[in-house]
C-alpha cells in the first residue's frame, strides 16, 4: 500500500517570502499521479497543483510549483510570494495512475503567514 | 453547477443513534469518493463509487457504517450506532473518469460529526 509522509507539522513564513513544504512517497508503482491540496479554516479542499509522475518537468501554477524527484520519492511544494491568504493545511496526495483508484494524503503541514 | 455539496454541515448526535450523510457530487462526475478526516490529520479513505458501483472499501469501514449511490448520482453514507469514536468530518469528492486532465478530486466542505 501507498503512504504519504509530511515531516513538517507546521511551517510559517513571512509575507512575501518564500516557503517549502517537504513530502515522501512511499510505492512500488511506476505511474502515478501527486497532488497537492489546500484546506483553509473551515473551507473545503482545494486543488493547488498536480504533477503527473511519467513527466520529467516539475509543475508551476503561477507562485506554486513542485521540486518532483521521482527517484527519491520526494515532492516538495515550494510557494513564491507568500500571502495572508496562503495560510491553511496543506496535504500532499498520491493517486495510482490505474482509473477510480483513491487517494492517499499525508498528514498535513498548517502553514502560518507572518504579516 | 456550484461544486460538491455535502448536508448537513453539522450534526450532534447521541451514542448509539443513527446518523445519514448526504453527499450531491458535481453533475458530470461519475466517480465519488467518502473520506474521514479528525483533527490534524488527513483525510483517510472510506469508500468509492463508479456511477451507482461500490468499488473499494477501507477496512476503516466497519459494518456499523454503510453507503449507497443509487442511480449513480446522489451518495448517502450511514452510521449505526454511533459511537464517541465516529466523531469526525466526513468528506465527499468527486471526479470525472477521462484523461490525465481529469485526475484531480473536487471536494464537498464535509459533514462535522459530533457523538455525545
Known amino acids: 500500500a501507498q503512504t504519504v509522509t509530511q515531516s513538517q507539522p507546521e511551517m510559517s513564513v513571512q509575507e512575501a517570502e518564500t516557503v517549502t513544504l517537504s513530502c515522501t512517497y512511499d510505492t512500488s508503482e511506476s505511474d502515478y499521479y501527486l497532488f497537492w491540496y489546500k484546506q483553509p479554516p473551515s473551507r473545503q479542499m482545494i486543488l493547488v497543483i498536480r504533477q503527473e509522475a511519467y513527466k520529467q518537468q516539475n509543475a508551476t501554477e503561477n507562485r506554486f510549483s513542485v521540486n518532483f524527484q521521482k527517484a527519491a520519492k520526494s515532492f516538495s511544494l515550494k510557494i513564491s510570494d507568500s500571502q495572508l491568504g496562503d495560510a491553511a493545511m496543506y496535504f500532499c496526495?498520491?493517486?495510482?495512475?490505474?482509473?477510480?483508484?483513491?487517494?492517499?494524503f499525508g498528514p498535513g503541514t498548517r502553514l502560518s503567514v507572518l504579516p | 453547477d456550484t461544486g460538491v455539496s455535502q448536508d448537513p454541515r453539522h450534526k450532534i448526535t447521541k451514542r448509539g443513534q443513527n446518523v445519514t450523510f448526504r453527499c450531491d457530487p458535481i453533475?458530470?462526475?461519475?466517480?465519488l469518493y467518502w473520506y474521514r478526516q479528525t483533527l490534524g490529520q488527513g483525510p483517510e479513505f472510506l469508500t468509492y463509487?463508479?456511477?451507482?458501483?461500490?468499488?473499494?472499501k477501507s477496512r476503516l469501514l466497519s459494518d456499523r457504517f454503510s453507503a449507497e449511490r443509487p442511480k449513480g448520482s446522489f451518495s448517502t453514507l450511514e452510521i449505526q450506532r454511533t459511537e464517541q469514536g465516529d466523531s469526525a468530518m466526513y468528506l465527499c469528492?468527486?471526479?470525472?473518469?477521462?484523461?490525465?486532465?481529469?485526475?484531480?478530486?473536487?471536494f464537498g466542505q464535509g459533514t462535522r460529526l459530533t457523538v455525545v
Open positions: 496526495a498520491y493517486r495510482s495512475y490505474g482509473y477510480g483508484q483513491n487517494f492517499v
Open positions: 469528492a468527486s471526479s470525472q473518469r477521462g484523461g490525465a486532465e481529469n485526475t484531480e478530486a473536487f
Open positions: 463509487f463508479q456511477n451507482e458501483a461500490q468499488l473499494e
Open positions: 453533475s458530470e462526475h461519475n466517480r
